[in-house]
C-alpha cells in the first residue's frame, strides 16, 4: 500500500465519520424539532384554557360590577338625592322650632299681667 491509497482510505474514512456525526446531529436536531412541536402545541391548548378562563372571569367582573351598581350604588345615590331635596325642608323646620322656642322663652321672662274679677280702682 502506497501513500497515495492510504491517503485515499483515510480522507474517506474521514468523510464517512463526518457524513455519520452529520447524520447523527440531524436525528438530534429531529428529535429536538419534534419535542419542541409537541410544547408549542401544549402551549397553544394552555393559553386557549387562559384565555376562556380570563373571558368567563371578565365576564363575572362586569356581571358583579353590574349588580353592585344595581344594589348598592343606585339606592345610595337615590338616598342621597332625596336627602338633598328634603334637606331645606328640614332646615327651615329646625330654625322655625328654634324661633318659636326663642319667642316662647321670652314669654316666660315678661311677668304676666294679672287678669281677674277685680274692681278697678277710681
Given at each position: 500500500m502506497d501513500a497515495l491509497t492510504?491517503?485515499?482510505w483515510a480522507l474517506a474514512f474521514g468523510f464517512l465519520?463526518?457524513?455519520l456525526f452529520f447524520c447523527v446531529a440531524l436525528v438530534h436536531l429531529i428529535r429536538i424539532l419534534r419535542d419542541m412541536a409537541d410544547a408549542s402545541d401544549s402551549v397553544k391548548r394552555t393559553?386557549?384554557?387562559v384565555n376562556e378562563n380570563v373571558t368567563r372571569i371578565a365576564d363575572k367582573v362586569a356581571e358583579?360590577?353590574?349588580q353592585v351598581l344595581e344594589y348598592m350604588v343606585k339606592p345610595v345615590s337615590v338616598a342621597q338625592f332625596v336627602v338633598g331635596k328634603i334637606r331645606p325642608l328640614?332646615?327651615?323646620v329646625k330654625t322655625s322650632a328654634e324661633g318659636m322656642r326663642h319667642a316662647m322663652d321670652e314669654e316666660e321672662d315678661k311677668p304676666?299681667?294679672?287678669?281677674?274679677?277685680?274692681r278697678k280702682k277710681k
Open positions: 492510504f491517503l485515499y465519520a463526518l457524513v393559553a386557549a384554557t358583579t360590577t353590574e328640614v332646615d327651615m304676666k299681667k294679672k287678669r281677674g274679677f277685680r
